[in-house]
């Protein structure tokens, strides 16, 4: 049996308010990222979250099976003994998966509100436990892998001649997906091309939902941020300049996306009051506010506009410019104002994705 364990977890920092350094005060918990970071040298993000709940309110039944231990985050019945199963060659044969992305990720059940939440507030709480998940996360490496706390050395990729990519990580799709996947049990496709088209999700309490396209490349970046809510799903297309990503729009031919953003909206605080955004990225070449560049992996970034002359290009320093509102394809909308049910059976099997682009 290999053991690979985690040189940190964002489970065990979820479950620990303070360790995490989160605040409670009278209008919701606090939380500054820069106190989290791991493996990211001496940055210090200037960037704060927050959110309208308290942390047990928004943490809620994380402690419980199978949300409270990483060994539990491998899918049945291939990888549900987690290091043993994580690192059996015969596991990925079964499961069809591909030795480079790690284990399969489970399928965790859904999330509700716990009883002290007002209804009217569910759709809240719904997007701010997910940003809650995500703040847990900052310091977690890109890698190609789609479960988080799989932690190879580089004599696994060895094995099957595969170029070294050790560590905890998870690359921009699959980390959409997963946090998704573990704050609320919404199951995305792991492929971050397949997971931006699609248009419907299947959701145990509330049956099949129907994606939302909010925006598209065609929108102004003022549009843009008045369309967004916390929680959307931001997809851009690499590689591709801003009118060739309209035009192809407009041909009904998008380009594919490559890499994904959840949106922080009034959730995520920054100086001159610039959006932010949180992701996997593998570049290191981002800065933020204060000219400072971000490390690579997950953490939060500025959503600038670089439009020529604009108030935000005016106050960031020069080369702070994010590429990323130019190369946005368009914002899909995951969390639609639903009415809570029983649950459901699902109707179809969920696509097993064994390789990715993100």
Not at 92 to 102: E, Q, S, V
Not at 212 to 231: E, I, M, T
Request: glycine share 8%.
């Amino acid at each position: 049996m290999i053991s690979h364990d985690p040189a940190f977890c964002f489970i065990d920092r979820l479950l620990d308010p303070t360790r995490l350094g989160v605040t409670d005060t009278p209008a919701g918990a606090r939380l500054h990222p820069s106190q989290i970071n791991v493996n990211a040298g001496q940055y210090q993000s200037p960037y704060t979250l927050a959110f309208d709940f308290d942390w047990a309110t928004l943490t809620h039944g994380l402690e419980k099976p199978p949300f409270v231990h990483w060994r539990e985050q491998g899918r049945e019945p291939a990888f549900a003994r987690g290091p043993h199963d994580w690192f059996a060659p015969s596991a990925y044969a079964r499961a069809h998966a591909h030795p480079a992305h790690g284990p399969l990720p489970r399928h965790y059940p859904p999330s509700r509100p716990p009883a002290g939440v007002e209804r009217h507030r569910h759709d809240a709480w719904r997007a701010q436990r997910l940003l809650a998940v995500a703040a847990a996360m900052v310091g977690y490496g890109w890698r190609q892998h789609l479960t988080p706390d799989w932690n190879p050395d580089a004599a696994w990729f060895a094995r099957f001649g595969l170029p070294a990519d050790p560590g905890q990580g998870v690359s921009g799709g699959a980390y959409v997906a997963w946090l998704y996947n573990y704050a609320l049990g919404i199951q995305l496709e792991l492929d971050v091309a397949a997971q931006s088209r699609a248009r419907h999700v299947h959701a145990p309490t509330v049956g099949r939902l129907t994606i939302q396209r909010v925006a598209d490349a065609r929108c102004s970046y003022r549009q843009l941020r008045q369309q967004l809510r916390p929680g959307d799903v931001l997809y851009l297309a690499e590689g591709y300049a801003r009118q060739d990503i309209r035009r192809r729009l407009d041909a009904d031919d998008p380009p594919p996306a490559s890499h994904a953003l959840l949106w922080l909206g009034e959730v995520g605080q920054a100086p001159a009051g610039v959006p932010l955004v949180s992701d996997s990225h593998a570049a290191n070449w981002l800065r933020d506010t204060y000219g400072s560049f971000i490390p690579s992996g997950v953490q939060l970034r500025p959503f600038y506009d670089a439009a020529p002359g604009s108030d935000l290009r005016r106050c960031c320093p020069p080369g702070a410019q994010s590429a990323y509102f130019e190369q946005f394809l368009w914002a899909s909308r995951l969390l639609p104002d639903v009415v809570e049910s029983e649950p459901v059976g699902i109707v179809e099997e969920w696509l097993e994705v064994a390789t990715f682009a993100g």
